[in-house]
Nanobody, 115 residues
């Protein structure tokens, strides 16, 4: 069982920045891939960014050059630094990981970007 707790969401003006954090209940050394997804109202969750244990990253085209995913295994935490935020980034952001074939999600954190 893995619990993921997100924090760092909130309201920000367009062009601003936020940093999301996701703390895992197990050592993140044991978690190969960790990711951030977001969900718009009435839509399915979509991948924003992911990072593997060796530091390989993957980004959605819509956030490339603006968002940066990183992880600190000493703190069992994955981060999403979001810069130059746009109104279309407004969504609920979820942390995600997998372990032993099971998928785990955090509770989600709301990010609202005002134009």
């Amino acid at each position: 069982q893995v619990q993921l707790v997100e924090s760092g969401g909130g309201l920000v003006q367009a062009g601003g920045s936020l940093r999301l954090s996701c703390a895992a209940s197990v050592s993140s050394y044991r978690l190969n891939r960790m990711g951030w997804y977001r969900q718009f109202p009435g839509k399915q969750r979509e991948l924003v960014a992911s990072i593997t244990s060796d530091g390989s990253t993957n980004y959605a085209d819509s956030v490339k050059g603006r968002f940066t995913i990183s992880r600190d295994n000493t703190k069992n935490t994955v981060y999403l630094q979001m810069n130059t935020l746009k109104s279309e980034d407004t969504a609920v952001y979820y942390c995600n990981t997998n372990r032993f074939g099971l998928t785990y999600w955090g509770q989600g954190t709301q990010v609202t970007v005002s134009s």
